[in-house]
């Protein structure tokens, strides 16, 4: 960000901050996720142009809005649908990456492009970092990973084996009204 001519902070940009000036033309690149400056007043009129990305910020063009199903297995290999906006395939032919992380880990595995609201891939294995709430970003290519996340639960799988009941009925939300079994 440029503030009275100094850099508050730096990341990907390069080079001087502009001077301080009024009456200067401001845009913005929806598409690069650039502001662009041109020119202005500074005891006299400059004709210069300079560019922010700032991409970091407000993401990239495309959003995540909902993952189905939102919760899975400790083990992985669960098929996850990342539901969003305005995904599109990268155009020099990057790979499709879903990020799952939180203050433990963070793990990303290859998605695939169904349509412009879907991103298909199969969770990771989280045995390592235990059972709870992850957030999963999507990047479609150089754009970067969106800004947006959704929270993906992962839970401990039931082994019948080192339990002494198990099944859909003992759910902590199991459904009222409808059978439903259990084996002890």
């Not at 913005?28 to 910020?57: N, R």
């Amino acid at each position: 960000a440029w503030m009275g001519g100094s850099v508050l902070f730096s990341g990907q940009d390069e080079g001087q901050a502009p001077c301080a000036r009024e009456q200067t033309a401001w845009s913005y690149d929806a598409k690069a996720a650039k502001l662009v400056l041109f020119g202005g007043w500074a005891y006299e009129w400059l004709d210069d142009v300079h560019t922010l990305d700032v991409s970091a910020i407000v993401g990239p063009p495309y959003s995540v809005q909902a993952l189905i199903p939102a919760q899975g297995p400790i083990t992985g290999g669960a098929k996850l649908v990342v539901a969003g906006v305005d995904f599109a395939v990268p155009e020099n032919g990057d790979p499709i990456l879903v990020k799952f992380v939180n203050e433990q880990a963070e793990q990303t595995v290859e998605g695939t492009l169904v349509s412009h609201q879907e991103v298909q891939c199969s969770t990771p294995n989280w045995e390592a970092f235990g059972a709870g709430e992850v957030d999963v970003r999507v990047s479609l290519g150089p754009d970067g990973f969106t800004v947006n996340r959704i929270k993906y639960r992962y839970y401990v799988n039931t082994r019948p084996q080192q339990c002494i009941a198990f099944g859909p009925a003992l759910a902590e939300r199991a459904p009222w009204g409808i059978p439903v079994r259990f084996r002890i």
